[in-house]
Structure formats: structure tokens, C-alpha cells
């Protein structure tokens, strides 16, 4: 059993000396909020294994992926019941045998398949990251998931250079604005952003040279009508008959990256007719049509890049240094205490995140 699987079980997470039981959220089923709940596990000294780090959680990311995971559609959901969250940040507080990078006391991103909605985790140490000195525990619940996906997007598939367009859907969701603040990173780059109309403003101060409320605007006649031939890069996280839009969106040499199927989700409950509405209209190619058609389609999972342990830790040390030079910084959107995972959701469910949504074992604090 890997170490991340016991910690998400809470076998192997364990109390940091103190008496106090160790709090962890659990998906029970599918479906509904209240399959979410809250348990606590006796107080034990922590024990973390050879090459293994145990971490006292003090935030955790809430991610588009786990809404998708609370209604059975997420493909890397492990068997029920078990504990979700990929990301979080916390300090050390015990270090397994053969651990030479990390110490007690360090403050550290963790970045995992599942199992971060708890008050403790034991993990891998190569599945830990120094936080940089200025950042605050809830930036860094913020940043792996929504920074790494849009700079591998952005920079490793889309070859992001000075002078190209760029279209952001869900921009001022977490991976969004973290895309944002990377096209930024680039000079003369024309970003297109949609959002619902109220987030507009927002969009604008982090980049967004045209907005788009996709509600009221077909968004495909709005880039054509500023920029007749299309963009350079899409990022295409809704799937189904968007994907298509998108392909057809781009310029000679363009590049499309499908990274996710936002369009299957509907609300809090799932949803059939979306299900087989975006399964309908998926997107294919063939290589006799890609030849001629002088484009690139790329399809990108960070959930399947664990185990390129080199390759993602590359990515996190270049997004600690532009943190470092001030050029990125996770936009929060509210923090949420375990108690009120069913409210963090719904924030999502019902589109009124700016940003991302933190989980913390402790009291809340929404902005
Ligand atoms: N492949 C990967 O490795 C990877 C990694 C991270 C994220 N992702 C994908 O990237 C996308 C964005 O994730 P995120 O964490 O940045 O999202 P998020 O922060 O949760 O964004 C939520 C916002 O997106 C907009 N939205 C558009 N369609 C929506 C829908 N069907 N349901 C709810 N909100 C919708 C809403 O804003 P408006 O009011 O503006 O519409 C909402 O407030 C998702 O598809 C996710 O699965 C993929």
C-alpha cells in the first residue's frame, strides 16, 4: 500500500505529541454533500516510515477536481470511503528514517493523488516542497495544482512566446488566474478571458486584455471579430462541444490543450444529460487532418504525472522563483474550516469563486 494511500486511510497519520484527536474529512458515496464527513482518530506519536515526512496540515486546496470526484466522475478517485484532497501546506514535524532534505520545522507544499483534507499527513519527502519564506500557508495550499497545470500548459505545450494569443476559459477560477499571472510572466501577450460578467473587473487587473461573459456572448464570434484569424493557444478545461470551438479557434501552428471536462458538472448533483451531452460531442481528430491543418492538440493531467517526480519538482522550483520575484501570488478566494466543506463546495458548484477555496482544520474565514 502506498504511503499516500495509508495516509489517506489514516493508518499511518499520525498526532504530532499532543493529545488531541486527529481530525480528517471522509467521502462516504457519491452524490451529495452530506456523504462528506467529519472523523477524528486517536492521538498517536507520529511514525513516519523510511523516506517519509509527517506534516501538520495547516490549509488545504479545494479543487475543481474533487467537486468532480463528489459525484463519481473523476477517473483518479480511489475506492470509497477514503480521504480527498491533492494539495495542502504545513510544517514537519517528524522526518522517517533516510530523510536528508526536509527537518522538523520546515514549512512545506505537499502535492498528492489524495488524502490532504486532514489535520496530518505522512507522505513521501520528494512529495514535499520548501515553501519560499514570504509565502503564507494558505498561498501555498493555493499554488501546485492551479500554478504547475498552467505553466506546463502555458510554457511546456503551448511554447508561450512574446507577441502570441491566448484564450483562458474559467479565467478567474484558480487555474485561471494562476494562467493569467504566467501570461503576464511574457511580454505582448493578448490574453482572452471568459468569466461570468461580474468577475470582469478582476479579470482585467490580473491581465485580461478582452473579457467574455460566455453567458450573454458567444464567445467564438468575439475572438474572431478582435482577431479574425484566431489565437495561438487554447486552454480548454470545459471538454465536449467546446474542445471543438476551440480547435477551430486556432491560428496556423496554434496549439490546443484539453486538460479538463468542466462541462460535465451542472450543479451539486450529477448530472446524465451533461454526461452524455459532452460524451456526444467529444472532440476527435485524425492525423490526416492534423497534417494539412498545421495545428497541435495536446491533452494534459497532472493527476497522471506523480510519479515524474524530476519533471514536476522542475516546474515547482521555477514557479517558487517567480513567486520570489513577485511576478505570481495565489489569489485566494475564502477558507472554509473541515466543518464547512459542503458550503466550500457548493462555492464552486454555484460559480462564485474568484480564485481558489482553502480548506483549514481551524475556524473560518471567508473574504
Ligand atoms: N488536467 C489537470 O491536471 C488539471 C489540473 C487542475 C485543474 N484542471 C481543470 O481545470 C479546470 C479549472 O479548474 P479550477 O480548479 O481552476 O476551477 P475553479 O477554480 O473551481 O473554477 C470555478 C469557476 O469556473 C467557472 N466555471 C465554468 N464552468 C463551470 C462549471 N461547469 N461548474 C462550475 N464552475 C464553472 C465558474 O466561474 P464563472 O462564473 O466565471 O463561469 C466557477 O466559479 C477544471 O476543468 C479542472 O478539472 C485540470
Request: net charge neutral; with cysteine; proline share 5%.
Amino acid at each position: 500500500m502506498s504511503a499516500e494511500r495509508e495516509a489517506a486511510k489514516g493508518a499511518t497519520a499520525v498526532a504530532a505529541g499532543d493529545a488531541h484527536p486527529v481530525r480528517y474529512l471522509e467521502l462516504t458515496g457519491f452524490g451529495s454533500h452530506d456523504k462528506l464527513k467529519l472523523r477524528s482518530r486517536p492521538a498517536a506519536p507520529p511514525a513516519p516510515g523510511p523516506g517519509q515526512v509527517t506534516v501538520r496540515v495547516r490549509a488545504s486546496g479545494l479543487n475543481f477536481a474533487d467537486v468532480m470526484a463528489q459525484q463519481g466522475i473523476y477517473d483518479r478517485t480511489p475506492p470509497l470511503p477514503h480521504t480527498p484532497g491533492m494539495e495542502g501546506a504545513g510544517v514537519v514535524v517528524a522526518v522517517g528514517e533516510g530523510v536528508q532534505d526536509r527537518k522538523v520545522g520546515d514549512r512545506v507544499m505537499v502535492l498528492v493523488r489524495w488524502g490532504m483534507w486532514q489535520e496530518e499527513v505522512t507522505v513521501l519527502s520528494a512529495q514535499t516542497f520548501l515553501m519560499p519564506e514570504a509565502m503564507t500557508f494558505e498561498e501555498a495550499a493555493a499554488l501546485l495544482v492551479n500554478y504547475i497545470t498552467a505553466y506546463m500548459i502555458l510554457f511546456d505545450f503551448g511554447n508561450l512566446r512574446p507577441g502570441h494569443s491566448v484564450l483562458v476559459h474559467m479565467a478567474a477560477g484558480g487555474v485561471g488566474i494562476a494562467a493569467l499571472q504566467l501570461c503576464r510572466t511574457v511580454e505582448n501577450v493578448t490574453v482572452f478571458g471568459t468569466a461570468s460578467a461580474r468577475k470582469h473587473e478582476m479579470l482585467k487587473e490580473n491581465g485580461v486584455t478582452h473579457p467574455i461573459d460566455y453567458h450573454t456572448t458567444d464567445y467564438v464570434e468575439a475572438v474572431k471579430k478582435i482577431s479574425p484569424k484566431g489565437v495561438d493557444i487554447v486552454m480548454d478545461p470545459l471538454g465536449g462541444a467546446d474542445t471543438t470551438k476551440g480547435y477551430k479557434l486556432l491560428k496556423p501552428m496554434g496549439k490546443l490543450i484539453t486538460y479538463g471536462m468542466a462541462n460535465l458538472i451542472t450543479g451539486s448533483k450529477r448530472n446524465l444529460m451533461a454526461l452524455a451531452r459532452t460524451w456526444w460531442n467529444q472532440f476527435s481528430v485524425t492525423a490526416l487532418q492534423l497534417l494539412p491543418a498545421n495545428r497541435a492538440v495536446c491533452g494534459y493531467h497532472l493527476g497522471y504525472l506523480h510519479d515524474e517526480v524530476e519533471l514536476v519538482s522542475g516546474v515547482v522550483s521555477r514557479l517558487v522563483a517567480l513567486y520570489n520575484q513577485g511576478h505570481i501570488k495565489p489569489h485566494i478566494d475564502s477558507v472554509w474550516p473541515f466543518e464547512k466543506v459542503a458550503d466550500a463546495m457548493k462555492q464552486i458548484h454555484e460559480k462564485k469563486n474568484v480564485g481558489k477555496v482553502l480548506l483549514v482544520p481551524g475556524a473560518e474565514k471567508e473574504s
